[in-house]
């Protein structure tokens, strides 16, 4: 029997990772439209837009296995705490795991893989080191336990450096410190049977996916529209108001015109003058072949 259904871990992937992406791009390409469609770019502006989708499922695949982890953290009963503090300095701190389990109280620190440079790691351990700090003033030094944690257990670039660091720390701070990669953490908690389903799990959601992210928006027009629809408005004046960002980038992800339509239809109901505004600029692209 499983410990967490595949049908969950899909879920928790597939909308972590592709929900909201859409809306995403479109604010970048909004923000900085030279990115895109710059002369000084060894790219078109498909090969670019197909780039920036890669790049934002990376980030949130990290994203989705905080919550994946989490979900088998409850199920073995860990009890969850606050995740979020603001220390003295008016810095907010998230905590990627922080939970009670037998007496103790551990916090994790959570990254997909080792492979940053010199001063990203180093930028990772006083990051490390803050959220310790904050901790301290909330639970007492025997009861806390400090992890660094890397899903993959196929890089480890940093190793040795984090290790040493985070054994300093341990004596500074006279807290428990841990560096663990892949399956290491859940043999340390007890649970090692954890780990071999994620394996089997995650093995089976990549056979699941596309090799790469469709960038006709207009497949799924209904979905892509639910997803954008709330944009800020400022987001789509910008878009519609330069005409080399609508051809060569809105055209290539609305080719149908389908989404522009929802869009057209859901603005003309709202009473704001922006919006107004917005129905005209998509009429008059509507019309144009």
């Known amino acids: 029997m499983a410990i967490v259904e595949y049908s969950k871990f899909a879920q928790i992937l597939n909308e972590t990772i592709f929900e909201k992406s859409k809306a ?15 002369l000084f770019r060894p790219t078109k502006p498909k090969a670019k837009i197909l780039q920036n989708l890669l790049q934002s499922h990376e980030i949130r695949f990290g994203d989705a296995f905080e919550l994946v982890i989490e979900e088998y953290l409850k199920i073995k009963s860990c009890s969850f705490l606050p995740k979020r503090y603001t220390d003295k300095y008016g810095e907010v701190l998230n905590i990627d795991q922080c939970f009670s389990k037998d007496g103790k109280i551990y916090f994790i620190e959570q990254k997909v893989r080792d492979d940053h440079d010199s001063t990203k790691k180093r930028g990772q351990i006083l990051n490390f080191e803050k959220k310790l700090n904050i901790l301290l003033s909330k639970y007492s030094e025997n009861e806390l336990v400090g992890i660094f944690y890397f899903i993959d257990p196929e890089l480890i670039k940093n190793k040795n450096y984090y290790k040493a660091e985070l054994d300093k720390m341990s004596i500074d701070y006279n807290v428990e410190t841990h560096l663990f990669y892949g399956r290491s953490l859940f043999d340390f908690l007890g649970f090692s049977d954890a780990w071999d389903e994620i394996l089997l799990h995650l093995t089976n959601w990549k056979k699941a996916i596309p090799d790469l992210p469709e960038i006709n928006f207009d497949i799924d027009a209904k979905h892509t529209f639910e997803e954008i629809k709330d944009l800020n408005p400022m987001i789509f004046r910008k878009l519609f108001d330069n005409e080399t960002i609508f051809n060569d980038i809105i055209l290539t992800l609305f080719p149908q015109k389908k989404t522009l339509r929802l869009l057209n239809d859901y603005f003309s109901n709202k009473t704001e003058t922006i919006y107004k505004s917005l129905c005209e600029k998509i009429k008059k692209k509507i019309a144009e072949e």
């Open 24 to 38: 995403d791009l479109l604010e970048k390409i909004a923000n900085s439209p030279n990115r895109y469609v710059g």
